[in-house]
Every structure is written in structure tokens, then in C-alpha cells.
């Protein structure tokens, strides 16, 4: 059973920078496919970014350019820099882990995430 922590989330002014934490045990997250998830009040979850067990990497059009996923297997946590942020990126962020499939897009299937944190809040002001 894997365990997933986020940490990292914040109050920042429009423009600013976070750097988000997800910390695994139970597991290793260079043996899953690991995302990072957001859902503000009112709206649906969206996946922003995703790294493949093997490195690839996804990441919204909303947030390309802007957001960076990483892992540090040594610490066994994946990161999601967050820069430039706007206020629509004001939601709670969580991580998840997924068993790798063969399905085609490997990242999209939300019922494929099997484990997941409880969130951080980030809160971008204007």
C-alpha cells in the first residue's frame, strides 16, 4: 500500500512560485506512474502533469511552459514546480500513483491512479 504526502502549497501573489512535495512510502515511485492532480470549488479534477515509471513526461496545455514535474528517487518524492502562477491555478493539489499500463495515453485514465494524498492548497491572489 503505497502512502502518498503532499507539502509545498501556499498563499502567493500572481507571478510567484511554489514547489510542491510528494513524498511515497510503502512503494517506490520510480515503479509507478506518478500525477499530479488539481480540482478548484465547483470544478471537475483535472490531471496537470505526469511522470511515466520509465521518465516520460505529460503536462497540460494549461500549464505548459509554467509547471515542472520532477522525482528524486534517492528521496523517493516527486516534485511539481509551479511558476508564473494565475489565480484559475488556485486549487487543492494532490498526487497519485498509478500501476503502469499499456493503455494508450498512459496518463489519462483518472480509475488507473490507485493511490492518492490528501492535497495541499494552493491559493494564487491577484
Known amino acids: 500500500q503505497v502512502q502518498l504526502v503532499e507539502s509545498g502549497g501556499g498563499l502567493v501573489q500572481a507571478g510567484g512560485s511554489l514547489r510542491l512535495s510528494c513524498a511515497a512510502s510503502?512503494?517506490?515511485?520510480?515503479?509507478?506512474?506518478m500525477g499530479w492532480f488539481r480540482q478548484a470549488p465547483g470544478k471537475e479534477r483535472e490531471l496537470v502533469a505526469a511522470?511515466?515509471?520509465?521518465?516520460?513526461?505529460y503536462y497540460a496545455d494549461s500549464v505548459k511552459g509554467r509547471f515542472t514535474i520532477s522525482r528524486d528517487n534517492a528521496k523517493n518524492t516527486v516534485f511539481l514546480q509551479v511558476s508564473s502562477l494565475k489565480p484559475e491555478d488556485t486549487a487543492v493539489y494532490s498526487c497519485?500513483?498509478?500501476?503502469?499500463?499499456?493503455?494508450?495515453?498512459?496518463?489519462?485514465?483518472?480509475?488507473?491512479?490507485?493511490?492518492w494524498g490528501q492535497g495541499t492548497q494552493v491559493t494564487v491572489s491577484s
Open positions: 511522470i511515466r515509471w520509465i521518465g516520460f513526461q
Open positions: 510503502g512503494g517506490t515511485v520510480s515503479s509507478y506512474d
Open positions: 497519485a500513483a498509478a500501476h503502469p499500463t499499456s493503455a494508450s495515453p498512459w496518463y489519462s485514465n483518472i480509475g488507473s491512479y490507485a493511490f
